[in-house]
């Protein structure tokens, strides 16, 4: 599937291994540092996952620019949904309307899926990022902790 030129001069296509070290840069300029290695393990494996989608924007250059990840999911307690699972914009291309672009991808990928609705978890610290969806027509609707908890291998 090829991308489409958009109105920001962004080309938006599906992500592609081509994309490893464009996605690992943008990621650290969110504050979530990943080298490209751990980067191309990881989209190998969601790239061969149809429940999952990764698109980029990429620039003239066709080097991305943004990307956005999503993945649809059940749950015993809300409807079928997609989650994204992160959406990065290059600090540089931010309120071009390239974020716009990828959400409304997004979202007809999980409409075309038979998802029910899109949820979206956005960091306290990112009040510029909670504007931007609420904008959009995200409502929020709770304020949770995260927990997080390393397993060694002998969990696994």
């Given amino acids: 599937m090829s991308g489409v030129l958009d109105s920001s001069g962004a080309n938006i296509r599906p992500a592609t291994t081509e994309d490893v070290e464009a996605i690992a840069i943008l990621s650290h300029q969110l504050g979530y540092p990943v080298s490209t290695i751990i980067v191309e393990q990881r989209l190998h494996q969601i790239l061969s996952d149809s429940s999952h989608i990764i698109y980029v924007a990429t620039g003239l250059d066709n080097r991305a620019i943004a990307w956005i990840h999503a993945y649809a999911r059940h749950s015993l307690l809300i409807d079928f949904h997609a989650e994204i699972g992160g959406l990065v914009v290059a600090e540089s291309d ?35 990022a909670h504007r931007f969806y609420q904008k959009y027509g995200f409502s929020q609707v709770k304020t949770s902790f995260v927990f997080h908890k390393v397993l060694s291998c002998s969990d696994r």
């Fill in 94 to 128: 931010r309120r071009t309307g390239i974020g716009r672009q990828l959400l409304d991808r997004v979202e007809s990928w999980a409409k075309a899926r038979g998802c029910q609705s899109l949820l979206v978890r956005s960091n306290i610290v990112r009040p510029a």
